[in-house]
């Protein structure tokens, strides 16, 4: 008999074909719990991509679900008329201000069903549109109506028909796509759902949608109520839910999470493996900064960032490590930036390289990312002895103490500036800021402490036993 607990993790746009912060706690989470085995069941957009990451061996099984990928859904009008009744039941009782029995619509729902051609052809689902349309959205357009329904709910039917691998418990690291198929394996199979979040799902696709320039009028607003809507039922039907930080857990809360299932779980990284860093520092003042070349990172407020403290100081440079072909347009533009600011013979784009390497002459750490969570790299400069300057972004503010001397709004170049110069000018209070932020590293966030409360918290919920008070169709 295999002892190992089976555990699926389900993810949507990250791990293993995506690099950054999800993805490297996945692949600390599975091999470092070398005694659990673990299934992938991923929610990509498109098939076939290159996976980013060398699988470890305690990885037995991988499925990817492609969003919008009719060809893999069954078809059988018969089979969807419960599911049809179902769907169209938990609309009305939404559209009453009602909440719907989400687990009861679920188990009506057949795994690897497509709904999606019912919810043009059904006359029920025509005259729900029609009737919602004229109550909710009377300023647009019925197609703007009928296009954003569409969109919105092909992507859901997706979710909800995914048909993951067996496990004896199904973790999302995410609430979205990712969390509905969890929640949908759930129900089916009668396992416990456990969720966890590093950002705020909802709010990060929030921000995605009001930036873009092809989500317009009611698109927009009825995708901003769909993830909003997702994440509170995610948080409401899920076992067990783990935040990185307690202001993320408040926000659960909000969205309706029992607290008695949340709790907080910070990120850990190898403490021996970076505080065994030893510091040989370079000819005039190193900054780094560690992460993909990509907007969200806002390399862009980072070249401005260089350029006024160059015009200060000329013996500085800039190193921005990280991959730059997950978007080459965005790489390109940024190197036309430095060129075009005379400062390309003092910002080095390193491409991926072994971190350790510049941690040990780098003089400051600086994140200009818009988005964060609970960033690695201001753990892993710090038990390497590498301060760290950041935006106030997710729990970043929380983890420098709310020190406005190392904080800064995302985007205001001029205010980072200050905080990366003012620490050039204070080498000896640096110094003992350097020994307390590693002390901080060292006691709140060592890996093996991450690494223990996960698996302690998989053992518990993949009991035989703990299937049993699911709820069953």
Not at 20 to 28: L, P, R, T, Y
Not at 166 to 178: M, Q, R
């Amino acid at each position: 008999m295999n002892e190992k607990p089976r555990i699926c993790l389900i993810l949507e746009g990250s791990y293993p074909f995506i690099t950054g912060g999800v993805s490297a706690w996945v692949q600390d989470i599975i091999s470092g719990l070398d005694g659990i085995d673990f299934v992938l069941f991923t929610i990509s957009p498109q098939k076939n991509q290159k996976l980013r990451y060398v699988l470890p061996p305690n990885i037995t099984e991988h499925r990817d679900l492609v969003l919008g990928d009719r060809e893999s859904g069954r078809r059988s009008h018969n089979e969807g008329r419960p599911a049809v009744g179902a769907i169209l039941a938990a609309h009305a009782r939404m559209f009453s201000g009602a909440m719907p029995n989400i687990r009861e619509m679920i188990s009506r729902i057949p795994e690897g069903y497509d709904l999606t051609e019912d919810a043009v052809v059904e006359s029920r689902y025509w005259k729900l549109m029609q009737r919602m349309n004229e109550e909710r959205n009377p300023a647009y357009p019925f197609s703007d109506y009928f296009w954003a329904w569409q969109s919105a709910h092909a992507m859901l039917f997706d979710a909800l028909r995914a048909n993951p691998p067996e496990a004896d418990l199904y973790h999302a690291i995410s609430t979205g796509f990712a969390g509905l198929a969890a929640l949908a394996a759930s129900v089916r199979r009668n396992k416990p759902f456990l969720l966890t979040e590093h950002g705020l799902y909802h709010k990060e696709r929030e921000i995605e949608i009001r930036k873009s320039q092809y989500i317009r009028g009611y698109q927009r607003d009825m995708w901003i109520k769909a993830y909003n809507r997702i994440s509170g039922i995610c948080y409401r039907e899920a076992d067990s839910i783990t935040a990185l930080f307690e202001e993320n857990r408040q926000k659960q809360l909000e969205l309706g999470a029992a607290a008695d299932k949340c709790v907080v779980i910070p990120n850990g990284i190898d403490i021996g493996r970076f505080a065994s860093v030893v510091r040989a520092p370079r000819p005039g003042f190193h900054v780094g900064l560690v992460g993909r070349i990509v907007p969200i990172k806002d390399i862009k407020t980072f070249i401005a960032v260089a350029k006024i403290v160059l015009d200060r100081y000329s013996d500085a440079e800039f190193h921005a490590i990280g991959p730059t072909d997950e978007d080459e347009g965005y790489y390109e533009e940024c190197v036309a930036l430095t060129e075009s600011l005379r400062i390309s013979d003092r910002f080095h784009f390193t491409g991926r390289q072994n971190v350790l390497e510049y941690y040990s002459f780098l003089d400051l750490m600086l994140l200009t990312s818009i988005r964060e969570a609970q960033p690695l790299v201001i753990m892993e400069g710090w038990a390497a002895g590498v301060p760290s300057v950041t935006t106030k972004v997710g729990n970043a503010p929380e983890m420098v103490d709310y020190d406005e001397r190392f904080l800064a709004p995302s985007k205001d170049a001029a205010k980072l500036a200050e905080c990366v110069i003012w620490i050039r000018g204070h080498p000896e209070e640096m110094a003992e800021i350097n020994r307390a932020n590693r002390e901080k590293a060292i006691s709140r966030y060592d890996k093996k402490d991450m690494l223990s409360s996960y698996e302690k918290l998989y053992r518990r919920m993949a009991r035989p036993e703990a299937g049993k008070r699911r709820w069953r169709a």
